[in-house]
């Protein structure tokens, strides 16, 4: 079974351009979270969705957003890129089915903003 | 609101040595899942181990055994018999019930295991 995949892996971008994230879940999984791990803050919760609607988001600003596709995909897109966007872009699936509440999580993609 | 505290930033022992990691955390929730997680250098999250808020039985999965405490709040992970693959960063996150959703984890900053051959 394959996992969580998350395209693409690295990206350098130059501040206040914008930015498209993608991630594919484990097939049959319905939710999708993202979260942002920045040198120095650790990992933190983003933006979670489930069956394509928004559930709910971390403390970030609202040019942070995304949407979930109904094949469960998805994308989170940041605007106007600030240089402490630089980190690593973590996305989670998991299912409402048993285990419940268990995030798998992709290889990430590293974003770099200079 | 709900905190994970890794108090431990780094720990080096040498191979075969055991090893324990410590998280402590704080819900006002009485339902609630903690998670184990490691990363490798590569960067991916990996899964170890999920504990609901009413089951205390401690678990052994090969060289890894949990310790989950509610009177302490705490959920600790011990390697038995270190080896280097185990070199990682390790994290303890907390994940409240939202009334049948899935809510974002918290995480703890995570500890960095160095074992030395």
């Known amino acids: 079974e394959a996992g969580v995949t998350q395209s693409p892996t690295h990206l350098i971008k130059t501040r206040g351009q914008q930015v498209t994230l993608r991630c594919s879940p484990i097939?049959?999984?319905?939710?999708v979270y993202w979260y942002q791990q920045a040198l120095g803050l650790g990992l933190q919760f983003l933006l979670w969705?489930?069956?394509?609607?928004?559930?709910n988001r971390g403390n970030f600003p609202p040019r942070f957003s995304g949407r979930q596709f109904p094949n469960y995909s998805s994308e989170l897109n940041v605007n106007a890129l600030e240089l402490e966007d630089s980190a690593l872009y973590l996305c989670a699936s998991s299912t409402m089915q048993s285990p419940r509440k268990t995030q798998y999580f992709g290889p990430g993609t590293r974003l770099l903003v200079l | 609101a709900q905190k994970v505290t890794q108090a431990q930033t780094e720990i080096s022992v040498v191979e075969k040595e055991d090893v324990t990691l410590d998280c402590v955390y704080e819900t006002r929730d009485t339902t609630y899942y903690l998670f184990w997680y490691k990363q490798p250098p590569s960067g991916e999250l990996v899964f170890l181990i999920r504990?609901?808020?009413?089951?205390?039985q401690n678990e052994i999965s090969g060289r890894y055994s949990w310790n989950f405490q509610k009177s302490t709040s705490s959920f600790n992970f011990t390697i038995t018999a270190s080896q280097v693959v185990d070199s990682a960063v390790y994290f303890c996150?907390?994940?409240?019930?939202?009334?049948?959703?899935?809510?974002?984890?918290?995480f703890g900053k995570g500890t960095h295991l160095i074992i030395q051959p």
């Open positions: 097939s049959g999984h319905t939710s």
């Open positions: 504990r609901n808020s009413f089951d205390e």
């Open positions: 996150a907390l994940s409240e019930y939202s009334g049948g959703g899935a809510d974002g984890l918290t």
């Open positions: 969705y489930d069956e394509g609607e928004e559930r």
